[in-house]
């Protein structure tokens, strides 16, 4: 929170911790008494000390709005092509490297940018962009983003990737970008199906395919024609086996 001082300054204190809770507790309670100015709460300290296995006291910075930007952040820049648009969409999420060096070297979302030739959606994307990108920089758990975003329906439709995946909206599929990449960086764990689970689904769908013997050179679709959508994965990738519907993409059975 930026604060605009107007007058000069004459004098400062420096704010011990105790004060801190002592303030903090005294906005609460004139906020709960239904008087209070919001007032800007003492800001969380950015670093904290923890003992790091040798047994040593390590100071460990954390995601923090007050963090400033470096001068070079690393990102990447993913391409959403959407059938309702003739555009495409490019996202870049750019990364801090915060402890780098150490045992607590973590990578973290800093901001995203959204750029495309469509300006029909300018004015929600920069709103969105912005309000992402300060998501991002309050630290703590930024990953419930994903999950916010990938539910986001539009009520004209949605439509299907090549490859048989179902996108209720542009904003969901911003969603899968996001998810995409805080798997690459580590902070989300990537869905992957055990050794078990892979060859079961290998096997069925070998099976399924030598069974039909009916495979479209020019179908798009990595899955079979004619399989329904999965519930589980939102994939095109469900086929009746054996009297059960089984997904060829994430192994879900209907009949457990
Ligand atoms: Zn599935």
Redesign the pocket.
């Known amino acids: 929170m930026t604060i605009k001082i107007e007058r000069k300054i004459v004098k400062y204190h420096v704010q011990k911790p105790e004060e801190a809770q002592a303030a903090k507790a005294a906005t609460t309670q004139a906020a709960n008494a239904g008087e209070g100015v919001p007032t800007a709460l003492p800001p969380l300290p950015t670093t904290t000390t923890v003992r790091d296995k040798n047994g040593h006291m390590a100071q460990v910075i954390r995601m923090h709005e007050k963090l400033e930007r470096p001068e070079v952040l690393i990102g990447s820049t993913y391409k959403i092509k959407t059938p309702i648009s003739d555009h495409a969409m490019y996202v870049t999420i750019n990364d801090i490297v915060l402890n780098e060096g150490t045992e607590y070297e973590q990578r973290r979302p800093f901001e995203i940018f959204i750029n495309s030739k469509n300006l029909d959606h300018f004015q929600w994307i920069v709103a969105l962009t912005r309000i992402i990108s300060a998501v991002f920089r309050k630290g703590g758990d930024v990953t419930f983003l994903v999950d916010e975003l990938k539910a986001v329906f539009d009520p004209r439709g949605g439509y299907w990737q090549p490859g048989g995946k179902f996108m209720p909206s542009i904003i969901a599929e911003l969603g899968y970008v996001i998810e995409r990449h805080l798997q690459t960086i580590g902070l989300l764990r990537k869905p992957h199906l055990d050794e078990h689970q892979q060859k079961l689904v290998d096997e069925k769908r070998a099976e399924y395919e030598a069974r039909t013997r009916q495979t479209d050179a020019f179908a798009k679709s990595d899955f079979p024609e004619g399989a329904q959508l ?1 519930a ?2 939102n ?1 095109a ?1 469900m086929v009746m086996m054996d009297g059960c519907m089984t ?1 060829l ?2 192994g ?1 059975s209907k009949c457990g």
């Open positions: 999965c589980k994965c994939t990738a997904c993409n994430c879900e």
